[in-house]
Nanobody, 124 residues
Framework: VQLQASGGGSVQAGGSLRLSCAAS????????LGWFRQAPGKEREFVAR????????YYADFVTGRFTVSGDIAKNTAYLQMNSLKPEDTAVYYC??????????????????WGQGTLVTVSS
């Protein structure tokens, strides 16, 4: 499956953005869709993930209550709704997918397909 992320931009602290991750191939039930981010000079880190077409979402502690991950089966697209953005949320955000069993889905190396990244800049 090929992924394309979009929706990044520049916002002020406290603002909101919604990122989209469109899949070119069919995402089957049970696929893991993950969101990661990478700030300048830092490693790529887990943000959130969902199980496609199955209830179950998981979030990094630093976004719990602010970000929501969801999917539109008809559009074959995943979303990351980001509210109450903070300057420290500034990063390139990536979506990723895998249908393989892994011991952890919080690690970048657990995913097989990646979108190209979309930049989110939050100013104070």
């Amino acid at each position: 499956v090929q992924l394309q992320a979009s929706g990044g931009g520049s916002v002020q602290a406290g603002g909101s953005l919604r990122l989209s991750c469109a899949a070119s191939g069919q995402i089957s039930t049970g696929y893991i869709l993950g969101w990661f981010r990478q700030a300048p000079g830092k490693e790529r880190e887990f943000v959130a993930r969902m199980i496609w077409n199955i209830e179950g979402t998981y979030y990094a502690d630093f976004v719990t209550g602010r970000f929501t991950v969801s999917g539109d089966i008809a559009k074959n697209t995943a979303y990351l709704q980001m509210n109450s953005l903070k300057p420290e949320d500034t990063a390139v955000y990536y979506c990723a997918a895998t249908n393989a069993w892994r011991t952890s889905y919080d690690l970048p190396q657990s995913y097989d397909s990646w979108g190209q990244g979309t930049l989110v800049t939050v100013s104070s």
